[in-house]
């Protein structure tokens, strides 16, 4: 692989659940945030929320931002011009979350190069009314991703990902075989069981209904709870079209 100080912030970076009690310089949130707008965009449908009371945040990490969907200040924009948003909801939030997810990647490897460390937090959509009340957010705008930073007072390893053998694909999508799935699962799982990942973090999603557990802490990986998460949670739409309600998105027909 090719190698230079850019590619090397990247390969390096890892979730941090630990912080130090250093609150970060506003030089440093400044570099973090310009870094961050930097990003690629569809329309700019993105905003942050800012919050310096660690007391409250996950991780008692010093910074806490609320990455939002914003159309509310694009249609301000728009009035200003004389126009009305006619775009439907679902594209707006389509492309609002790439805007988002892109800036807020930005901020992670900004970060990291300036030796601070963070980590997302996805409860935020589900939490909207909480967010909304506490930052009086106007309708139309959503609280997407919660990210953590600091700087770090812990060093985890780097974790697994997929293969590129199941990654990436030229020309076209092959037929993923077993054998090329079983592959991917061991890369995943071996990685995680040798970093002592769930068991150092004293985690296992437990299963619901009678489902036996034959899992311990030697054998459960990353595979497995994926698959207890995606496999259990979430299943009802009401739980994102709700709060996405709550924030003036509607985004089932003839809502
Ligand atoms: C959208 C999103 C939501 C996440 N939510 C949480 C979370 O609620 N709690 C947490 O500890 N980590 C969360 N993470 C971090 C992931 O667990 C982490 O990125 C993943 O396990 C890979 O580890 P790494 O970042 O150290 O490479 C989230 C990451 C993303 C992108």
């Known amino acids: 692989m090719l190698d230079n ?12 659940r630990k912080y130090t009690e250093q609150m970060p310089s506003e030089e440093a949130i400044t570099t973090v945030v310009r870094a961050g707008q930097q990003a690629p965009f569809a329309y700019q449908l993105c905003s942050l929320l800012l919050s310096r009371e660690r007391e409250g945040h ?25 126009w009305q948003m006619v775009t439907n909801d679902l594209s707006l939030l389509f492309f609002g979350i790439q805007d988002a997810a892109l800036l807020a990647e930005n901020m992670v490897i900004a970060a990291e190069s300036l030796g601070m460390g963070s980590c997302f937090l996805g409860s935020a959509p589900y939490r909207a009314e909480e967010i909304i009340e506490e930052n009086k957010l106007p309708p139309r705008v959503f609280p997407l991703v919660q990210l953590a930073m600091g700087y770090p007072a812990q060093d985890p390893p780097v974790r697994p ?95």
């Not at 100080?5 to 941090?16: A, G, N, P, Y």
């Not at 996950?58 to 004389?82: G, I």
């Not at 990436?168 to 071996?190: H, K």
């Not at 994926?226 to 709060?243: F, H, V, Y």
């Open 5 to 16: 100080e850019v590619v090397q912030t990247m390969l390096r970076r890892k979730s941090i």
């Open 58 to 82: 996950p991780f008692r990490a010093p910074l806490l931002f609320t990455v939002c969907v914003d159309a509310h200040r694009l249609e301000r924009v728009m009035a200003r011009r004389n």
């Open 161 to 255: 990902r997929y293969p590129l053998e199941v990654s990436l694909f030229e020309g076209a999508y092959p037929e993923l075989t077993d054998d090329m799935i079983d592959r991917a699962m061991r890369v995943m799982d071996e990685g995680y069981l040798a970093q002592g990942y769930y068991r150092q973090a004293g985690y296992q999603i437990p299963l619901e209904g009678d489902r036996p557990e034959t899992f311990s802490f030697e054998n459960y990986g990353w595979t497995e709870h994926i698959s207890r998460k995606a496999g259990q949670w979430l299943a009802s739409l009401e739980d994102l079209l709700e709060p996405l309600a709550m924030c003036g998105f509607h985004v089932t027909p003839g809502s």
